[in-house]
């Protein structure tokens, strides 16, 4: 494993134990809804401050972009990490476990290095630019089917009125019509994840934001995915609705009416 992935991923375990711990500690039935959300914004600016912070500490040239607590750059001819406790704070505000810590590293506009970390069950995501995706360190790469009728099938659903979310809904709404296995976590990085080690086969992903993208499309190429924006296009700009697939399946989804 790459010294910077190993550099990542300990600042994310450092994370995902305090946050577990957290979480342990907070009862959100005897909460109110301000309680909540103050208890969701100390986890996610605290943690990702911490996370930045370890980062530093070992590379203080860098620049370092949170999802809540914005850009910090200086040279930016210097890597970018980008940060992201909580991916899919509506699982981690009612308990549900399937929620991501993310960390990216981005050089020159590619990703070169790509953590999606789950604190509640211990699946740690890893990849590096042409050097493979890793799960728990054993290496990992998408399934082979060729037919949906076998597969599992991951989803978001999509928000807003745009025409790629109701090219989105659309397709959804295909399969659930032709009785396929379909699945909803709420994490996109974990479902892009779970395309990449083959839990899923496919998956039709919904506003995922800059973060996700990042991190989960080295993740899953390095895997042996194939991704595009749902009208097809293989340029994706988040937040965008997307197809992420083994590469027999992708044409198949992407032809659904």
Known sequence: MQPMVNLALRAARNAGLDLVRRLDRFDSSQSTD???????????IGLEKG????????????????????????????????VCV????ANFRVGIPAF?????????????HAVILNP???DEFTASRGRGAQLNNRRIRCGGLNT?????????????????????RAKIQQLLMKNYDLRSIGSNALSMA?????????????????????????LASEAGCLLADVTGQPRIVAPANIVITNPRLLKTLLTLD
């Open 51 to 82: 996370i930045i912070f370890e980062l530093k500490k070992a590379l203080p040239d860098n620049n370092f972009e949170g999802r809540e607590t914005g850009l910090n750059a200086g040279d930016t001819k210097q890597p970018t990490w980008q």
């Open 194 to 218: 779970y395309v990449a080690a083959d839990r899923f086969q496919a998956a039709l992903l919904s506003d995922v934001d800059a973060f996700s993208l990042t991190a989960g499309s080295l």
């Open 148 to 168: 949906l009728t076998d597969a599992m099938i991951g989803f978001t659903q999509p928000l807003g009125l745009s025409e790629s979310g109701y090219e989105q």
């Open 34 to 44: 301000q309680e909540k959300a103050k208890f969701v914004a100390d986890c996610t």
């Open 100 to 112: 991501a810590i993310i960390i990216a590293c981005v050089n020159n506009g590619k990703t070169d």
């Open 120 to 122: 509640m069950n211990g």
């Open 86 to 89: 909580i991916d899919d704070v």
